[in-house]
């Protein structure tokens, strides 16, 4: 416990799409659940003010913002906001993320452009606006959640998602490296094979799978992981937790893998 004591945690994607527990929505209340403040942000207003009711409802501290963090204005009121309620910002968890089915040739360009808005240029904005307050109060730590999507082809035709998070992958190198004197950290967790909410109301996911069978997409997708099971949203959070922590302070510009050992099958 206390391992984010004193830190105030800016968590982007904090709702979830549905009854259970999201990746944003899991890390959110795990960095409570360890002494950190956090300002839960979602597009979702309900699903934000969930989370913070959650938080609350454990004797955490946390409020909800709602934000679309792919508009600039948007994600500028956003940091306003939680300098207005905490002071400071020590970690910014960027948690957003949209998958359109299709290859290059199916995708349409308006898909293309949204899914990279949303995948992509929402973690860029927040880091634009969120870096320099770390700088002047001596540092932070940012989480990027990318996917297994992004280093290698999964079995499932979405072009547009693994590229925004290939492109996340190398956003977040260039950026730890540049800012590394000024003690911030960036970091990405790539996610393999996850049972989460945004997972099961994927239609274009279970589609894909197995013909719209949600059940047997899980049966489908347990198969495809060494460890025989899917993870679920504590295993992100948990990961989060690592990150976001002290113990983590030598560590900066890394892809931690969170996928049941899939990407080392070959």
Not at 29 to 52: H, K, M, P, S, Y
Not at 76 to 88: D, F, I, P
Not at 123 to 142: D, E, N, R, T
Not at 144 to 160: D, E, K, L
């Amino acid at each position: 416990m206390d391992r984010l004591k004193g830190k105030v945690a800016l968590v982007v994607g904090a709702g979830s799409i549905g009854p259970g527990w999201g990746n944003g929505k899991a890390t959110a209340v795990t960095f409570a659940r360890e002494g950190a403040l956090v300002l839960c942000v979602d597009r979702n207003a309900a699903a934000a003010e969930e989370t913070a009711k959650i938080i609350a409802g454990e004797g955490g501290r946390a409020s909800a913002f709602t934000a679309d963090v792919s508009r600039a204005s948007e994600v500028e009121a956003m940091v306003a906001a939680c300098l207005k309620a905490y002071g400071r910002i020590d970690v910014l968890h960027n948690n957003v993320g949209i998958a359109e089915m299709g290859s290059v040739v199916d995708v349409t360009e308006a898909e293309w452009d949204r899914v990279f808005a949303i995948n992509l240029k929402s973690a860029y904005l927040a880091m634009k606006h969120v870096i320099p307050v770390m700088v002047a109060q001596g540092g932070g730590s940012i989480i990027n959640i990318s996917s297994i999507a992004s280093i290698r082809h999964v079995g499932i035709s979405y072009v547009s998602y693994g590229t925004s998070k290939a492109a996340m992958n190398q956003m977040t190198r260039t950026t730890a490296v540049e800012f590394a004197s000024k003690h911030v950290r960036v970091n990405a967790i790539l996610p393999g094979l996850m049972k989460t909410p945004m997972v099961e109301h994927s239609a274009g996911l279970a589609q894909s799978y197995a013909k719209g069978d949600v059940d047997a997409m899980w049966r489908a997708r347990d198969a495809q992981v060494p460890m025989g099971h899917m993870g679920d949203a504590w295993d992100v959070a948990n990961a989060a937790l690592f990150l976001a922590s002290d113990e983590s302070r030598y560590i900066t510009g890394i892809e931690l893998v969170v996928d049941g050992g899939l990407t080392c099958r070959a």
